[in-house]
């Protein structure tokens, strides 16, 4: 994986930049699970509730 920034001049824009790209490109949260060991019916129940927040989401609302 690889993300380019480019500098022209203004360091904290650049360094922002990145941060968003990273944020966008899932990068900082998946080092965070890979910190530590997760058991696999933990791995389990987080993917199935991250997929029922998905459906949940894309849902249409009628009122």
Do not use: Y
């Given at each position: 994986?690889?993300?380019?920034?480019?500098?022209?001049?203004?360091?904290?824009?650049?360094?922002?930049?990145?941060?968003?790209?990273?944020?966008?490109?899932?990068?900082?949260?998946?080092?965070?699970?890979?910190?530590?060991y997760e058991k696999p019916s933990v791995k389990k129940k987080r993917k199935r509730l991250a997929a029922s927040r998905r459906r949940r989401k894309s849902r249409p609302r009628f009122l």
């Open positions: 994986m690889s993300i380019t920034v480019e500098v022209k001049g203004n360091i904290e824009r650049a360094i922002r930049l990145l941060k968003k790209r990273m944020q966008l490109e899932g990068v900082q949260k998946e080092v965070k699970q890979r910190r530590f």
